[in-house]
């Protein structure tokens, strides 16, 4: 085709479209009147395409908003799980610093009860490397006074005699060790017997007649006749009485008074001091304030009204045990005058 | 930058699979419809213009090329609140004009589409705002901030835009 007759006639047809475009408008402007038919077609043409453009587009906005809002709430709970995880650390923390806090009072209340009696606080700072062995390090020694054989307590019972001294820490053999035991006597009818260690949790009490009336409940207290604790003490409670046919004596299981197994804070006692009247029954009451368990019977009533004086102990075969200090060693009465905090 | 006169090399025609310019135009006449209900930065950017543009540069006819731009621009008058006509002439004159250097010159270059663009997008408005003033007696201003900025984005749409429509060609 001719370049130029085609640019005239293309000319030609802009110039027909822009007069047709141009009259059409003219022609709505001078009658007001809108070109309705073309605007249908349009309309019709794209309103149902615009209306499913429209669902797509709801339908793609909804799905990432709900992702969105998903992805968020799970960054929400992660962040809210991780600040759980915190809080029950802290509060673990606090709770066991409560518990601290508890436990040290009870110490003090039981120190200032018993100020005639010197004694030292002690921190439990580690335990027995043998699982045979009930053994556990304190963290004082012979430079704050810490004597052999001296007796270790808490405001609950007798926990152990001082085994070994270093001039920073010491080691205490547990009373429930097999080669521990302490002298002892049964609250009620204050009939002597040494208890011993298992290497269980409970502890035996050894060479108590059958003819005496022991009854599970029952406190048991020192004699004070090891020259180690001093008397009224609380080792533990009867928990069971067996009888065995071929023995004069009675097997008793005591479940002991201190919580041996839970150590944390203790007393050594410097010196061989007799507690005030009533010992048992104020350290009973010193440890009230502390969480003392219900199943143990109180021992103050036995040793609050003391029977007269027990058979000697010459008449009874070895009341103390080989593990507790005998007779004749002397206790750290001078030595131990220091009563640290 | 591949902008080259007809006389000096063959300018190839492009041509198109069946249904994709008008199924291209109905796109652009709906995404301009709707998209700024979605997407308030759509408003910028004049679809059905950019669409005759592409065409006319490529079909290079001048015939075919305000005839498009007619149609495209009635559909969108249509479409819109204004008087049928008003982007009706904008666009054939837009079309036209782009069809006739696109025969004259081969257009190919990202660059050079964009340019292009950013003057036939003022040439579209001022068309517009001429037959505003002239038969509406409107008083449309001829450039202000809006519409340099629409200009700016719809030219950069171009980069985007062309070479996708550049696949939906037959190949030569």
């Not at chain 1, 349009?42 to 793609?60: H, K, N, Q």
């Not at chain 2, 006509?85 to 696109?102: D, E, N, P, Q, W």
């Amino acid at each position: 085709m001719n370049p130029g007759r085609s640019q005239h006639r293309s000319l030609i047809l802009l110039a027909a479209a822009l007069a047709i475009q141009v009259l059409l408008l003219a022609s709505q402007i001078k009658r007001d009147q809108d070109v309705r038919l073309i605007r249908v077609w349009a309309v019709e043409i794209v309103a149902p395409l615009g209306r499913s453009a429209t669902w797509i587009m709801d339908g793609i906005r909804g799905g990432w908003t709900s992702y969105v809002a998903l992805r968020r709430m799970g960054q929400e709970n992660q962040e809210l799980r991780a600040t759980l995880d915190r809080l029950k650390l802290r509060n673990a923390e606090l709770e066991g610093r409560a518990a601290e806090a508890d436990r040290l009072a009870e110490l003090l209340s039981f120190r200032q009860i018993h100020a005639e009696a010197p004694m030292l606080a002690a921190r439990v700072i580690g335990s027995s490397p043998s699982a045979s062995g009930r053994i556990a390090f304190l963290d004082r020694g012979s430079r704050d006074g810490v004597g052999l054989n001296m007796g270790v307590i808490t405001p609950e019972g007798v926990v152990g005699k001082v085994l070994a001294v270093y001039p920073a820490t010491s080691q205490v053999l547990l009373l429930s060790d097999k080669e521990s035991g302490v002298g002892a006597l049964l609250a009620r009818s204050r009939t002597q017997g040494p208890v011993r260690g298992t290497g269980d949790p409970l502890l035996g009490m050894e060479y108590v007649s059958k003819e005496v009336k022991v009854s599970p409940g029952e406190a048991i207290l020192t004699s004070g006749q090891d020259r180690i604790f001093p008397k009224d003490l609380p080792v533990g409670t009867v928990l069971e009485v067996k009888s065995d046919p071929r023995s004069p004596f009675q097997q008793i299981v005591v479940r002991p008074a201190a919580h041996l197994d839970q150590l944390e804070e203790v007393l050594v006692l410097l010196t061989r001091h007799e507690f005030a009247p009533g010992g048992a029954a104020d350290i009973r009451a010193a440890s009230a304030p502390a969480s003392t368990p219900a199943a143990r019977p109180p021992a103050a009533p036995a040793a609050a009204a003391p029977r007269p004086a027990a058979p000697p102990p010459a008449a009874r075969p070895s009341a103390v045990p080989a593990a507790v200090a005998p007779a004749d060693e002397a206790p750290a009465d001078e030595a131990a005058v220091k009563d640290q905090p | 930058m591949d902008i080259r006169l007809a006389n000096e090399q063959h300018i190839e025609v492009h041509k198109f699979y069946a249904g994709v310019v008008t199924g291209s135009v109905i796109l652009a006449l709906l995404l301009e419809t709707f998209l700024p209900i979605h997407l308030g930065w759509a408003e910028l950017i004049d679809l059905p213009l950019l669409v005759t543009i592409y065409f006319a540069l490529s079909r290079r006819n001048p015939s075919a090329g305000l005839l498009l731009g007619m149609a495209i621009g009635v559909a969108q008058d249509s479409l819109s609140h204004t008087p049928i006509g008003l982007y009706g002439i904008s666009k054939t004159i837009v079309g036209f004009v782009a069809s006739s250097i696109g025969a004259r010159l081969d257009v190919e270059h990202p660059l050079a589409r964009c340019l292009l663009t950013f003057l036939f997008f003022h040439l579209h408005n001022a068309v517009f705002v001429f037959i505003s003033r002239l038969l509406l007696a409107r008083p449309e201003p001829y450039l202000e901030t809006r519409v340099l900025i629409a200009s700016v984005a719809s030219a950069l749409m171009t980069l985007a835009l062309f070479p996708l429509l550049d696949r939906l060609r037959k190949p030569s």
